[in-house]
């Protein structure tokens, strides 16, 4: 089983930047697919991009063109830069297997934006 464990979360203020880390052993070998989802504080899961294992990347429309994802086969990493981050994308991210793999999810980190 795949366990993803994210890091890089932090405090920034609007119009930062920060680059979120998930390392998940396995998920290149086993040619996963990779997403990321965040949960604000009384609001439903939120779907935020996704990397197809074959190279292909997804974004939600509140994200596009301001967060990036990409990987790093060797270290069996994943990543999300954002950046010119707003105060709307504080929440907890959370990276997961998909695809060819079972979901399987890390324990989110924190991300706050400050105005």
């Known amino acids: 089983q795949i366990q993803p464990v994210e890091s890089g979360g932090g405090s920034v203020q609007a119009g930062g930047s920060l680059r979120l880390s998930c390392t998940a052993p396995?998920?290149?070998?086993?040619?996963?697919?990779m997403a990321w989802y965040r949960q604000a504080v009384g609001k439903q899961r939120e779907w935020v991009s996704r990397?197809?294992?074959?190279?292909?990347?997804t974004y939600a429309d509140s994200v596009k063109g301001r967060f990036t994802i990409s990987k790093d086969t060797a270290k069996d990493t994943v990543y999300l830069q954002m950046n010119n981050l707003k105060p709307q994308d504080t929440a907890v991210y959370s990276c997961?297997?998909?695809?060819?793999?079972?979901?399987?999810w890390g324990q989110g980190t924190q991300v706050t934006v400050s105005s």
């Open positions: 997961v297997t998909m695809g060819r793999c079972a979901a399987n």
């Open positions: 990397l197809f294992s074959f190279g292909d990347t």
């Open positions: 396995g998920f290149a070998s086993k040619n996963c697919d």
